[in-house]
Every structure is written in C-alpha cells, then in structure tokens.
C-alpha cells in the first residue's frame, strides 16, 4: 500500500497554479481576466504532487506587476534583477514576489509544518529600489508554525518588520492567545 502511494507522488518543476488581475473600479476591487486589470497576479507551486494537487513538502509563491513594473524590464536593472530574483521560482522581469509559503501540503491544501512570508515591493514613494543589502526583497512579516486543514493552528512565531519576534497561539486559523 505505502508502495502503491508513494509511485503516485511525483516531483515536478513548476507549475503555474493561478493567474488574475485586479481591477481598481467604481465601488470595489474585483478579479478580472488575466489581461484587463490594472495589477497581476501569478501564483506557481514547486514540490511534490499527487493526483494532480500540492501533496508533500513544497513552495508556492505569488507574484504580482503593476504599471511600475515596465521600468525593471530596462537593460539598467539587469545587475538589480539577477540578485533580486535569484532565490525566486518565477525569473520573469517585472514580476515582485510579495508571499511565499514554505512546508507540507495534503491533497493541495496548506498541513502540517511551515513558514510563511510576505515581501515589500521593491520599490516605494521615497527611493528608486527598495531590497535589503544583497538585493533581495525586504521581509515585511514571517510566521512559522503548523497548518491544519488549510488554517492556522497552535503555536506560531511571528516576526514583523517594526516589533520583531513574538509567538501567537491559533486555534482553526483564528487567535486564541498571544
């Protein structure tokens, strides 16, 4: 049986899992086709699979473009983009990662134990680029614990940007203790 299973678990590369865009309108955001919105998103997965869905130990990363995206696709920031993206899944120029999930997944659902982290973009108000000093995204937050059934559950260490470390204790992906 454990034989049987473990011939179904396949390694693959990379996959693109989602595409979609945001439309800033009227009175609400909304998920629109990949190319009408006025930002993009892209989400790939690369780890181990089973019947088709997220099973075992993987990464997926989301990434999004905007209309200050089309700069970093000049010959200037060649140098900028190879160390900015040198530990991403997704090389494509114009593309910022801003949250990647790395752990165990079960039937393409978030389990067991992981990390979680989310980036600033790499550019802001008052400066050209904004990375840390090797040329990587800025960590804005991370959170390292256990996924069940997709949601947050026990303890988690948290680390933010502006307050540091501190641990958070979840119960079915909602706070049940600090």
Not at 76 to 102: A, E, P, Q, V
Not at 121 to 127: E, I, M, R, V
Request: charged share 30%; glycine share 10%.
């Amino acid at each position: 049986m454990e034989q049987n299973k473990a011939d179904k678990t396949k390694k693959i590369k990379k996959i693109i899992l989602s595409k979609y865009g945001i439309k800033h309108g009227s009175k609400k955001w909304r998920r629109v086709a990949w190319e009408e919105g006025d930002q993009r998103y892209i989400s790939f997965y690369s780890g181990e699979f089973l019947n088709g869905k997220p099973h075992g130990q993987g990464i997926y990363e989301k990434y999004f473009s905007d209309s200050n995206s089309n700069t970093y696709k000049l010959s200037r920031f060649d140098n900028f983009w190879k160390k900015y993206s040198k530990h991403s899944i997704h090389k494509s120029r114009g593309y910022f990662l801003f949250m990647k999930y790395t752990g165990e997944w079960k039937f393409g659902k978030r389990e067991g134990h992981c990390e979680y982290t989310n980036y600033a973009a790499p550019y802001n108000d008052d400066t050209d680029i904004d990375v840390n000093r090797y040329g990587s995204p800025i960590i804005l937050d991370k959170k390292i614990g256990n996924f069940k059934n997709n949601k947050e559950h026990g303890k988690f260490e948290i680390f933010t940007s502006i307050y540091g470390w501190d641990s958070i204790n979840y119960k079915n992906g909602r706070v049940i203790g600090l």
